[in-house]
C-alpha cells in the first residue's frame, strides 16, 4: 500500500498541474468572449482614421474594421467594428508608431500605448485613448498578447 501512494501521490499531483497549465495556455484557443457595444447615442463622433484587421502569421489570425474617432469635445475613441481575433491569454489593444507592422519585433522597436485589456476576441467594441496622446504619430492599431510578447493582430491605419 505504501509503494502505491509513492507511486499515486506524486502521479496525482504532477497530472493536476499540467492539466491546469494546460487549461490555462490553451482553453482561449476553443473559447471565444464575444461582445456588443454599442457607441454612446450623446456621442458626435467623426472619423479621422481607418483601417482593417489582418492575420499576423498562420497561428495568430484577425479580422474586421478600426475607426479612430473624434467627438465634439475632443475625446478620441477606438472603435472596433465587424471583429475577431484568434482567443489567447493576456491580449490587449494597442496603438502602435509603426505604421504597419509585419512581426512582434516590429511592435517592440516601435512606440506604443495601451488602451487597455481587449474586451471580447468577438464583437464590437469600443476604447478610450488617453488624454494628451498625439493620435497622429500612429500608424496602427495591433491586438497585441502582453504575457508572451506576441502580435495577433495589426491593422495599418489610412486617412478617412
Not at 502505491?4 to 471565444?32: E, M, Q, R
Not at 506604443?112 to 485589456?117: A, T
Not at 496622446?133 to 508572451?148: K, T
Request: aromatic share 12%; hydrophobic share 45%; with cysteine.
Amino acid at each position: 500500500m505504501l509503494r502505491f501512494l509513492k507511486i499515486a501521490i506524486p502521479v496525482f499531483v504532477i497530472g493536476f498541474v499540467t492539466g491546469n497549465a494546460f487549461w490555462y495556455l490553451f482553453s482561449p484557443l476553443w473559447i471565444d468572449r464575444e461582445v456588443s457595444e454599442a457607441l454612446p447615442a450623446e456621442f458626435m463622433l467623426t472619423a479621422i482614421r481607418e483601417g482593417r484587421f489582418r492575420d499576423a502569421d498562420f497561428a495568430h489570425k484577425g479580422e474586421g474594421r478600426v475607426r479612430i474617432m473624434v467627438s465634439d469635445a475632443g475625446t478620441v475613441l477606438v472603435r472596433l467594428t465587424e471583429f475577431s481575433v484568434t482567443n489567447g491569454p493576456d491580449l490587449e489593444v494597442w496603438l502602435v508608431g509603426e505604421a504597419d507592422p509585419q512581426s512582434s519585433d516590429d511592435v517592440k522597436a516601435s512606440t506604443w500605448i495601451s488602451l487597455g485589456p481587449l474586451k471580447g476576441n468577438k464583437g464590437d467594441q469600443t476604447y478610450i485613448v488617453p488624454d494628451g496622446a498625439d493620435i497622429d504619430s500612429f500608424g496602427s492599431v495591433v491586438i497585441w498578447c502582453a504575457q508572451f510578447g506576441v502580435l495577433f493582430s495589426p491593422a495599418p491605419l489610412s486617412e478617412v
